[in-house]
């Protein structure tokens, strides 16, 4: 019989790519990952790493074992969920991901409503970018992940994972408050000769501002990058940009910003629910779940046309 820890850390190499990256993820020293991987070579009494330079891939053997090894995982984790749905009141712990306007906005009340229907329930949050949360999801360091899809840029549809749509959410042109007077149908022009600020480059949302404005005609001029949506937010108001904002990040307090909508909408990005098809029916992942719906369901958003 087979260790399964020691199974669980090769499947964690293939899923991060080198002992470094699954000795900085599980808390050990990649010396101790090495060793307890040599220890399951000699379980199953083949090698099941080979060097290239200074990185190891696995062998065919070892993809073999690795294979199974998810199967095996997936089998504890729907027994794990049928434990679960056998017992009266709803335990345990959730790890949820989620990017800064979800963290912001609809996460808050639906912790709320998590803690009140399940005191029982622990719930971790971490902000994380959908790019980075997802691939962690499948190697079970997150439960649940909340990401953000925009227009011609799809997130990845591993075999493993499942989506659910919370909401579709309108972006928007944002420009400072001295633009109060701007003439709608000359918003292309008047953007075009402005400095933007967006997310950094490789994000969706920056290739998805240049593909706009190429569209258009020109090329952005984007001259600060950060994933921070509050800055995005201030940097507006305070005269020094323009930028594309999502409602989520406007609909806490009112904003000295003037929103336009874009030419040729609506534009909206998706808000989704992700997690893996193994843990669907989860008690606690369908709790987290219903909450955002609920929160969905019940929000307000003024920018909304009616």
């Known amino acids: 019989m087979f260790d399964l820890r020691r199974l669980r850390l090769l499947l964690e190499l293939k899923h991060r790519g080198t002992i470094s990256a699954v000795a900085a993820a599980l808390n050990y020293s990649p010396s101790t990952i090495s060793q307890q991987l040599s220890l399951l070579e000699t379980e199953v009494g083949v090698e099941l790493l080979e060097p290239i330079g200074r990185r190891v891939r696995l062998t065919p053997q070892a993809e073999i074992l690795v294979a199974h090894t998810a199967t095996v995982?997936?089998?504890?984790?729907?027994?794990?969920?049928?434990?679960?749905?056998?017992?009266?009141?709803?335990?345990?712990?959730?790890?949820?991901?989620?990017?800064?306007s979800v963290l912001l906005?609809?996460?808050p009340p639906a912790?709320?409503?998590?803690?009140?229907?399940?005191?029982?329930l622990r719930v971790e949050l971490f902000q994380a970018e959908p790019e980075v949360a997802l691939p962690k999801m499948l190697v079970h360091d997150f439960d649940l992940v909340v990401a953000e899809e925009y227009p011609g840029h799809p997130l990845p549809r591993p075999a493993e994972v499942e989506y659910r749509e919370l909401r579709l959410e309108h972006m928007r042109f944002a420009l400072p408050p001295t633009d109060h007077e701007v003439d709608p149908g000359q918003v292309w022009e008047l953007v075009a000769q402005r400095p933007w600020i967006a997310e950094p480059p490789g994000s969706a949302s920056h290739q998805w501002i240049q593909e706009l404005c190429r569209g258009a005609g020109?090329?952005?001029?984007?001259?600060?990058?950060?994933?921070?949506?509050l800055v995005h937010r201030r940097f507006v108001e305070h005269g020094h940009a323009v930028a594309v904002l999502p409602d989520l990040i406007l609909s806490d307090d009112p904003s000295d910003a003037v929103?336009?909508?874009?030419?040729?909408?609506?534009?909206?990005?998706?808000?989704?629910?992700?997690?893996?098809?193994?843990n669907a029916e989860h008690p606690a992942i369908m709790a987290c779940q219903a909450a955002l719906a609920v929160r969905r369901d019940n929000a307000e958003d003024p920018h909304q046309p009616s």
């Open 218 to 229: 020109f090329e952005p001029d984007i001259r600060y990058t950060t994933d921070d949506l």
């Open 259 to 278: 929103l336009l909508d874009i030419p040729g909408g609506p534009h909206a990005r998706r808000i989704v629910a992700a997690y893996r098809k193994d």
């Open 73 to 100: 995982l997936r089998q504890l984790e729907a027994a794990e969920a049928e434990i679960a749905r056998s017992l009266a009141e709803l335990t345990g712990t959730v790890r949820i991901a989620a990017f800064q």
């Open 111 to 120: 912790l709320t409503d998590l803690n009140a229907d399940h005191p029982g």
């Open 105 to 107: 906005t609809l996460l």
